[in-house]
């Protein structure tokens, strides 16, 4: 992939902050923690990653599942959006395009995306993988970059004196009608509560319960909030 300059897109809302946290590996989960991905670099609009081959990871050939290189290059492929999306969005492969270009059979498989289009929408990204300094796989996909989903305080109704405090929810759908929303949310955490749901507006309403919606982590209250 080329560097020269003028060949990429600039990302002015480069978040260091999060690509640093990115490097640390420190939130790898499921897949990426089986696989061994770590995260060695992360810039505006690139991320590298890589992982060692080891036998649990070889096909009955004796090389690399073609599953491996395409769970390494779907990770670069979406992860390398997160410092360049506001916080709390998530991004999501659409589509991906990969080329198995050589078999892989040892030492490290390594991948490294680079955004090539970016809207509020969508973006696209290129990857080129190797195995020291063979080209092993090359990609492209789209990711669609959802916005963050809200977070609902609702208080709950306690059961006893000390049972004091607010339930943290997954938010309401505002693709469900409200009664749908209530009744496989709300109910079981706040009796008697009604809520609806506003797609446009992302407002939550209740009666005998105080909603706040928060988008994303920066949005996210250290404390439940008090009721003017």
């Not at 260091?16 to 990426?32: F, K, L, Q, R």
């Not at 009608?177 to 009744?183: A, C, D, G, I, Y």
Request: proline share 9%.
């Amino acid at each position: 992939m080329s560097d020269s300059p003028g060949s990429r897109p600039a990302f002015d809302n480069f978040d260091a902050a999060v690509a640093e946290a990115m490097v640390s590996n420190v939130a790898m989960t499921g897949i990426p923690t089986y696989l061994g991905i770590r995260v060695t670099d992360v810039g505006p609009g690139t991320m590298t990653a890589e992982l060692d081959i080891r036998p649990e990871l070889l096909n009955p050939f004796g090389s690399a599942h073609g599953g491996t290189l395409a769970a390494l290059v779907d990770h670069v492929l979406g992860a390398v959006l997160f410092p360049l999306i506001p916080r709390g969005s998530w991004p999501a492969t659409t589509e991906l395009k990969l080329n198995f270009v050589a078999p892989v059979r040892e030492g490290v498989l390594r991948a490294r995306s680079e955004v090539i289009s970016l809207t509020k929408r969508t973006a696209i990204v290129r990857i080129d993988a190797t195995n020291g300094d063979r080209l092993v796989g090359a990609a492209q996909g789209t990711v669609t970059i959802n916005e963050p989903r809200p977070t609902v305080w609702v208080p709950r109704i306690p059961s006893r004196a000390s049972d004091q405090g607010l339930w943290r929810l997954p938010s309401l759908s505002c693709g469900r009608s409200s009664q749908e929303s209530t009744s496989s949310l709300v109910r079981d955490k706040c009796e008697h509560a009604t809520t609806a749901c506003s797609r446009k507006k992302r407002n939550v309403f209740a009666e005998h319960a105080f909603l706040e919606v928060a988008g994303g982590p920066e949005g996210f209250p250290a404390s439940p909030p008090v009721p003017q």
